[in-house]
């Protein structure tokens, strides 16, 4: 069974920085990619940045949010920093995992973390 879980949200001031952590457990061969998402009440699921050996950002996050990953601890972070009012949303992580050689990947999401950027 594998596991994808969200942390680091929490309430930061507008101007404030948070890294969010998306980690991964239990049994699999290999995380092939991994992507972040937001989303508020009322809208779709919003991508925001995605890693695979290269990295890619939606314009709306692109210099001020970095994706990253700690292979050792099968971990991807995603760095925030000016954070505004806007960016207030619950952050999902969703990644593209191989169970063994020989299947497909399957996709995996987190139940999110709570981001709220306000004074």
């Known amino acids: 069974q594998v596991q994808v879980v969200e942390s680091g949200g929490g309430l930061v001031q507008p101007g404030g920085s948070l890294r969010l952590s998306c980690a991964h457990s239990?049994?699999?061969?290999?995380?092939?990619?991994t992507s972040w998402y937001r989303q508020t009440p009322g809208k779709q699921r919003e991508f925001l940045a995605s890693i695979n050996g290269e990295t890619t950002y939606a314009d709306s996050v692109k210099g001020r949010f970095t994706i990253s990953r700690d292979f050792a601890k099968n971990t991807v972070y995603l760095q925030m920093n000016a954070l505004n009012t806007a960016d207030t949303a619950v952050y999902y992580c969703?990644?593209?995992?191989?169970?063994?050689?020989?299947?497909?990947?399957?996709?995996?999401w987190g139940r999110g973390t709570q981001v709220t950027v306000s004074t």
């Open positions: 239990g049994t699999f061969f290999a995380i092939i990619s």
């Open positions: 969703s990644s593209e995992i191989t169970r063994d050689a020989y299947h497909q990947p399957s996709r995996y």
